[in-house]
């Protein structure tokens, strides 16, 4: 059973589940799935200053602080009880084009050359992890949601924003991936 839980999970299965969470949300208690929100839940709990976009009823969302708490808990056992010492499987043809770009290292789930405290202060690294990091925490804001509250929740509730949303979402993802990721990636 350990072997079959530590190997990668096939979409057909892992999209099942992360479908059902909808149904399930709702039918527990008209609950509304998302992560970014729970930045402001924080903020409002943590700091309740006089600003008015923290001046609401944070409690009735503080289950989802428990869900991303979860989300903590279950990575780190992950990490201490699923790992293996296997390399992460990729195609010859993606070896060969990551190494082109100085990326080599397999041995994690993400690239221990780009993804490190060292390359932090690097050209490439400090764009990734630092620039990169804004970008989506501007995104999110500004789309009103994370991939996860419209991609997931929104386009189950047939909202119009959340496809709006999540075509941006792609466009930009394939935009990235194809043209400026291999740009960043060759500095």
């Given at each position: 059973?350990?072997?079959?839980?530590?190997?990668?999970?096939?979409?057909?299965?892992?999209?099942?589940?992360?479908?059902?969470?909808?149904?399930?949300?709702?039918?527990?208690?008209?609950?509304?799935?998302?992560?970014?929100?729970?930045?402001?839940?924080?903020?409002?709990?943590?700091?309740?200053a006089g600003i008015n976009y923290f001046k609401y009823d944070w409690k009735k969302e503080s289950w989802n602080l428990f869900?991303?708490?979860?989300?903590?808990?279950?990575?780190?056992m992950a990490n201490q009880f699923l790992m293996t010492d296997a390399p992460i499987a990729l195609s010859p043809a993606l070896?060969?084009?990551?190494?082109?770009?100085?990326?080599?290292?397999?041995?994690?789930?993400?690239?221990?050359?780009?993804?490190?405290?060292?390359s932090l202060f690097t050209l490439r690294g400090f764009i990734v992890m630092v620039v990169g990091g804004f970008l989506v925490?501007?995104?999110?804001?500004?789309?009103?949601?994370?991939?996860?509250?419209?991609?997931?929740?929104?386009?189950?509730?047939?909202?119009?924003?959340?496809?709006?949303?999540?075509?941006?979402?792609?466009?930009?993802?394939?935009?990235?991936?194809?043209?400026?990721?291999?740009?960043?990636?060759?500095?």
């Amino acid at each position: 059973m350990i072997e079959q839980i530590q190997q990668p999970w096939p979409w057909y299965i892992a999209g099942i589940i992360i479908g059902l969470i909808v149904p399930a949300l709702l039918i527990l208690g008209n609950k509304v799935f998302g992560i970014s929100s729970n930045l402001r839940h924080i903020c409002a709990a943590c700091f309740p200053a006089g600003i008015n976009y923290f001046k609401y009823d944070w409690k009735k969302e503080s289950w989802n602080l428990f869900f991303v708490g979860g989300i903590f808990v279950g990575a780190y056992m992950a990490n201490q009880f699923l790992m293996t010492d296997a390399p992460i499987a990729l195609s010859p043809a993606l070896q060969s084009e990551l190494a082109g770009y100085g990326l080599t290292n397999y041995a994690y789930m993400l690239p221990h050359d780009l993804f490190s405290f060292a390359s932090l202060f690097t050209l490439r690294g400090f764009i990734v992890m630092v620039v990169g990091g804004f970008l989506v925490g501007f995104g999110t804001r500004y789309a009103g949601g994370c991939t996860s509250g419209h991609s997931i929740m929104g386009l189950s509730n047939l909202q119009w924003p959340s496809l709006v949303a999540t075509i941006c979402f792609m466009v930009g993802g394939f935009f990235m991936a194809n043209i400026i990721l291999p740009w960043i990636l060759s500095l």
